[in-house]
C-alpha cells in the first residue's frame, strides 16, 4: 500500500500540476468594461444591467428580475416585499450561508432554523411541517451545494399552510427542475453574485418574482424607495402614472460595470454548468463504487444540477475517521490545499450568526429569546458538519474528466489506507460548539 501524503507519501497530483482557478473573463468582458468607463451611464438602471435582467430571469424561466447589491440584500428585500417583518416566524435550514437566517432578524422577523435531509443536506419537508405554528408567515429554501430541495413538495406544503416561499438560490444558477428554472418556483426568489458563486461580478445579487406587483415592489425596495422607472421599458412594464409602487427603503443597486461582467458570465454560465453536471455525475458513479463513500441524492425531477460546491459523504461509523481527518488527507494527496472542507457550520453553533449581538435587534425580552439560535436542535446539520460531511468548490468541477479519475483514486486511496488516515491527528478544521450566550 502506497504511504499517504500527509504521512510523508507521494502525492497523487503534485502541486506543479496546476487546477483550474475561479473567477474567469474573457476579452469581450474587458471591452465591455472599457467601454462604460468611456461613457457616460456608470451608476443603476442602464442599459448593460437591464438588458442583463431580462436574459437571466428568462434564462432562470421566472417572469421578471432585477439587480441587487448582494444575496443578502436579496434576501432582505424577498421579505420586505413579503410584507414579512418584526415578529413574523420564518423557517430557514439549520445549514446555510448565515446571511439566510441573518436577512430575517435585519427585518426584525424570528428565523426558525430547521433541520436538513441527511442525504442532501436540504430542508426535511415534515421538519418543516412541524415547525410551522401560528406566527408562522414565510418559508425560504435554499438549493444547497448541488443538491435541489423537493421543491414540488415545498410549493405544496406552503400552499396548504397559507405561507410565502421565499428559495435562496445563491448556489444554484443554471438549476432545472423538469426543466423549469429554481428561483421559478418560489414568491420570490434571491441569487448571489459574489466572487465564489458560478455566476459572479465581484459583489451583486439578483431577484426573480413571477407577478408584476412584486416587481415594482422590489424594484422600490432596493432604489432608495422610487417607484419604477425604467427607460425604455423592461419586461414590458410601463412607468406607473403614479407613486402607488413607491416604498420607503435604501440603496441596493449595483453598477453598469458589475453588470458587464454578468452579461459575459452568463454567456458562459449554461456551459459551465453543463460541463460540472457531467464531471459531478462521473465522479459520484466512481465515490459510489468506494465502502464508506456516499454520495449525495440527485432527485430524479433534476434535469440540470448547478454546483455551488460539489459534496460527498464519508460513513465514519464504517471508515472509523472524521471528515477533518478525511480532508486533510485528501487536500495532501491532491495538492489541493484546504479546498475540501466541512460543510456548513450549523447555524446553532456558527461563530458568523450571532443575532443577539446588534442592538438595534433588541425588540425586547421575547424576541430577545425567540432569536437566540442556541436552543434550536439541529442533529443532522451538526452530523453533517462534523463527522460526514466533505465538501469543495465548485472550480474542482471545472477541471476534466481524466481529473475527476485523479480525485476519485485519492479517496479511494484513503479508504484502501484507513487504518493510516485514523492515525492523522484530528485537530484541523472547525470543531463545533453550541454557543451559549
Ligand atoms: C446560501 C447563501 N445565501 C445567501 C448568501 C449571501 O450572498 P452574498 O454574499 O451575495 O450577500 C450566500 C453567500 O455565500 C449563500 O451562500
Not at 474573457?26 to 435582467?53: C, H, M
Not at 428554472?181 to 426568489?189: L, R, T
Not at 486511496?413 to 492515525?423: F, T
Request: hydrophobic share 40%; glycine share 8%; with cysteine.
Amino acid at each position: 500500500m502506497d504511504k499517504l501524503a500527509i504521512a510523508g507519501g507521494k502525492p497523487l497530483r503534485a502541486a506543479s500540476e496546476k487546477w483550474q482557478t475561479w473567477p474567469v473573463s474573457d476579452a469581450a468582458d474587458a471591452k465591455l468594461v472599457a467601454e462604460i468607463t468611456k461613457s457616460n451611464r456608470w451608476s443603476y438602471d442602464g442599459p448593460v444591467e437591464w438588458q442583463f435582467a431580462q436574459d437571466f430571469a428568462k434564462y432562470q424561466t421566472a417572469k421578471f428580475g432585477l439587480c441587487c447589491a448582494n444575496g443578502t440584500v436579496g434576501i432582505q428585500i424577498a421579505l420586505e416585499a413579503l410584507g414579512i417583518g418584526a415578529y413574523d416566524e420564518v423557517i430557514v435550514p439549520g445549514m446555510t450561508w448565515q446571511a439566510t437566517a441573518a436577512a430575517c432578524v435585519d427585518v426584525n422577523a424570528v428565523p426558525v432554523l430547521c433541520d436538513v435531509e441527511p442525504d442532501t443536506w436540504n430542508l426535511d419537508l415534515a421538519k418543516v411541517e412541524a415547525a410551522i405554528t401560528k406566527k408562522t408567515k414565510a418559508v425560504i429554501v435554499v438549493h444547497l451545494y448541488g443538491s435541489v430541495t423537493d421543491i414540488a413538495g415545498l410549493v405544496k406544503l406552503c400552499k396548504k399552510h397559507n405561507l410565502a416561499l421565499i428559495e435562496d438560490c445563491a448556489h444554484q444558477h443554471g438549476t432545472f427542475w423538469k426543466g423549469k428554472g429554481v428561483g421559478s418556483f418560489g414568491d420570490v426568489a434571491s441569487f448571489s453574485f459574489q466572487e465564489s458563486k458560478v455566476l459572479s461580478c465581484g459583489e451583486g445579487g439578483f431577484n426573480t418574482c413571477n407577478t408584476k406587483e412584486l416587481f415594482y415592489k422590489l424594484y422600490s425596495l432596493r432604489n432608495c424607495g422610487r417607484a419604477y422607472e425604467a427607460d425604455p421599458p423592461v419586461f414590458g412594464l410601463k412607468k406607473p402614472a403614479d407613486f402607488s409602487t413607491a416604498l420607503q427603503s435604501g440603496n441596493y443597486r449595483i453598477t453598469e460595470w458589475q453588470a458587464a461582467i454578468l452579461a459575459g458570465g452568463l454567456k458562459r454560465l449554461d456551459k459551465q454548468v453543463k460541463h460540472r453536471d457531467a464531471n459531478a455525475i462521473y465522479l459520484n458513479e466512481q465515490l459510489a463504487q468506494l465502502p464508506g463513500v456516499l454520495p449525495m441524492r440527485r432527485r430524479k425531477e433534476v434535469t440540470q444540477q448547478s454546483y455551488f460546491n460539489f459534496a460527498f459523504r464519508i460513513d465514519p461509523k464504517e471508515l472509523k475517521v472524521s471528515n477533518r481527518q478525511f480532508c486533510a488527507a485528501l487536500n495532501a494527496e491532491l495538492s489541493t490545499g484546504d479546498a475540501f472542507e466541512q460543510p456548513y457550520d450549523p447555524l446553532n453553533g456558527c461563530g458568523l450568526y450571532k443575532p443577539r449581538t446588534k442592538t438595534r435587534h433588541n425588540l425586547g425580552k421575547e424576541y430577545w429569546k425567540a432569536i437566540a439560535p442556541e436552543p434550536r436542535k439541529l442533529p443532522v446539520c451538526v452530523d453533517a458538519n462534523q463527522n460526514s460531511g466533505v465538501v469543495v468548490h465548485h472550480v474542482m468541477l471545472m477541471n476534466k474528466k481524466k481529473d475527476m479519475d485523479v480525485v476519485a483514486a485519492a479517496v479511494k486511496k484513503l479508504v484502501d489506507s484507513i487504518d493510516a488516515v485514523r492515525q492523522i491527528p484530528d485537530k484541523g478544521g472547525k470543531k463545533y460548539q453550541a454557543l451559549s450566550r
